[in-house]
């Protein structure tokens, strides 16, 4: 834990926070920055994308320190512009949040406040904790790509309902509920998967419901599958799901909101720092709410990487 000194900060925002006012919620940040002395630079997202690439030309021009208004996504992609990018060492990089997504399950894990003058405040505080980042090495069609994600990575049912709840999002209905209606609907549509899994060199090979990867403990709107997830110990917590019948996940639905899935027959915990997924053809997978495509993942962990802006304890 460390105190920092910002020199400047920008503050990527998504148009879509704020309820799509986006003007409005600069002339609500305005006042506040101010107030905390804070130097800050805006700029705003228009397609997906936006945030990698606005992240990586403004540390090439010497920001370290950034702010996502907006939500998991958005932070996907920044996290994406800082680890993508191989000039500058991401111990270097300083990162805060003001939760304005639909979910905000990052967030949640560090009980940042929604609060504009509030989440100024700690921004404008400069105190600091490191945290682990997931890594994701995957292939599609032979071809090598690298992801990354800062809270959580899902696969099967998980990344169907994140698929569907994105597409519902880009029709424009952005509701808090979108995740849970998507995960009733899509419950009555889903197959399990064949799934190859390799985890502390035990390999899985079976028909899979869900697989959860949590470097955080939150996802789709304040469910916990990883319960027992630590942001900054080096390890993912891994939840698999294996050949559950559609009846089994109905009746403990609750169970995701209450730390105790774990306790349902059938669903296996993993501690590790690596694991390997392969399906038989090109599948989905979820990272923060992101959709990337392939059928071979290399998941790693690495450890305390990136700092994070929190309140002071």
């Known amino acids: 834990m460390s105190n920092t000194t910002i020199n400047k900060t920008l503050f990527i925002i998504n148009p879509k926070a704020g309820n799509g006012k986006p003007d409005e919620l600069v002339k609500e940040l305005k006042p506040a920055i101010a107030k905390y002395n804070i130097k800050g630079e805006f700029v705003f997202t228009a397609n997906q994308g936006d945030a990698k690439l606005l992240t990586q030309k403004s540390i090439k021009s010497g920001i370290r320190h950034f702010v996502v208004v907006g939500?998991?996504?958005?932070l996907n992609e920044v996290v994406n512009g800082m680890f993508q990018q191989k000039e500058i060492s991401t111990s270097g990089f300083y990162l805060g949040i003001l939760p304005r997504g639909t979910g905000n399950d990052w967030s949640r894990y560090y009980k940042m406040p929604h609060n504009i003058d509030e989440a100024m405040k700690i921004i404008a505080g400069n105190y600091s904790i490191t945290q682990d980042i997931?890594?994701?090495e995957f292939y599609n069609q032979a071809i090598k790509n690298e992801a990354y994600f800062i809270n959580i990575a899902g696969f099967?049912?998980?990344?169907?309902?994140v698929l569907a709840t994105n597409q519902m999002q880009e029709r424009g209905k952005r509701q808090k509920s979108a995740?849970?209606?998507?995960?009733?609907?899509c419950?009555?549509?889903?197959?399990?998967?064949?799934?190859?899994?390799?985890?502390?060199?035990?390999k899985i090979s079976d028909n899979i419901f869900s697989i959860s990867i949590g470097n955080g403990k939150y996802s789709g709107g304040g469910m916990v599958q990883t319960p027992n997830a630590v942001i900054n110990d080096g390890i993912l917590d891994v939840t698999v799901y294996l050949n559950l019948k559609k009846?089994?996940?109905i009746k403990n639905v609750s169970k995701l909101y209450n730390n105790k899935i774990l306790e349902v027959k059938g669903v296996r915990s993993?501690?590790?720092?690596n694991l390997t997924i392969k399906t038989p053809s090109i599948s989905i997978a979820e990272i923060d709410g992101e959709i990337i495509e392939g059928n071979i993942f290399n998941i790693s962990v690495i450890s305390n990487s990136l700092n994070i802006l929190v309140p002071q304890e």
């Open 179 to 185: 995740y849970l209606f998507n995960l009733l609907k």
């Open 71 to 74: 939500g998991d996504g958005t």
């Open 187 to 202: 419950m009555f549509q889903h197959k399990n998967m064949h799934m190859d899994i390799l985890v502390n060199e035990q």
């Open 270 to 273: 993993y501690k590790t720092d």
């Open 134 to 136: 997931g890594k994701i």
């Open 156 to 161: 099967a049912f998980d990344a169907a309902v």
């Open 247 to 249: 009846i089994a996940i």
